[in-house]
């Protein structure tokens, strides 16, 4: 026959008392929740800015290149840190939204490709925007699930 065991009460409580802590904290968890999307949304802009190509051109024509990738931005702010730091996200249900964006007018020409000048080719797309996100895709489960378990380690060791 199986003994039933030994419970403490004591870490019981104290248990429930965190849970209902934490439960009732809702400005703690949109906030949680808010840092781990911008976390996110600057890997993801860090990774499409590298992916970037840059425009070469002759000295003698004065262009510089690095338009395309210089105009990513994340709301209304150009720049990397710029844009990092001012992340908009956007609550709706339980889903939060981050725009990311290029307001280049021919980027998405060269994300997903274009006809050449004189309609007889094709250049193939960069697929930067697509192939950065399908990595924070990928990455965002584990990177998500360290974060929860720091968010709920200070919770519970408080």
Known sequence: MMG??????????????????????????????????????????????????VGKYPASTGKVGGTLRRGWTAGNKEGVQAAVDSIQVTKSGNQYTIKIMNPTEYASFVEFGHRTANHNGWVKGQFMMTISENEIKRMAPGLLEKRLEEFLGGTFNA
């Open 4 to 53: 039933m065991g030994s419970v403490n009460m004591r870490e019981l409580v104290k248990f429930q008392e965190n849970l209902n802590r934490l439960a009732g904290r809702e400005d703690t968890r949109n906030s949680f929740c808010e840092s781990c999307a911008k976390e996110l949304a600057a890997r993801l802009l860090t990774k499409v800015i590298k992916r970037t190509p």
